[in-house]
């Protein structure tokens, strides 16, 4: 277990350490981004094999609030696998939301029918990020898939 662990931190440093990127893995042409980094402890998660403890979250953060984006969304699971969003899903969007969020969505790279949205922002003085399917049903009835708790950090 201990080797699982410090192989995904590892994975988790080598990663960071790369230029920032946006969700869609192309270099940010921005040169006064400074990339801002969250860890995210899993509060709820649907059924998996190998679930997912934590989330790291990296917004490009230009000093303008407004046109923050997501760079990266890292899975970190209990067996030490880094999972990259952006390797998943090719994002077509990824903005700052009208009320106040950070909003991606993207379309799954091998099963073009499979969409993922990820939120991050604060709600009741929480910082929080949360995935969930699209889904035709009001937003009050979706289910996400997938609620943390997030702090900034320096990965």
């Not at 969020?101 to 949205?117: D, F």
Request: hydrophobic share 35%.
């Amino acid at each position: 277990m201990m080797k699982s662990l410090l192989a995904g931190v590892a994975a988790i440093a080598m990663v960071a350490s790369a230029a920032a990127q946006t969700m869609d893995g192309t270099a940010s042409t921005n040169q006064t981004e400074e990339e801002i980094w969250f860890e995210c402890s899993v509060t709820k998660l649907a059924h998996e094999k190998d679930p997912v403890y934590k989330v790291l979250v990296s917004i490009l953060d230009n000093g303008n609030e407004a046109e923050s984006i997501f760079g990266k969304v890292l899975h970190v699971t209990q067996s030490g696998k880094v999972i990259n969003r952006a390797d998943q899903y090719d994002a077509f969007r990824n903005n700052h939301g009208a009320q106040g969020g950070n909003i991606w969505t993207g379309q799954h790279r091998k099963n073009k029918n499979l969409y993922l949205t990820g939120t991050f922002g604060v709600f009741g003085n929480t910082l929080y990020y949360k995935e969930w399917r699209p889904s035709t049903k009001p937003a009050n009835q979706q289910t996400p898939i997938m609620e943390s708790i997030c702090h900034q950090t320096k990965v």
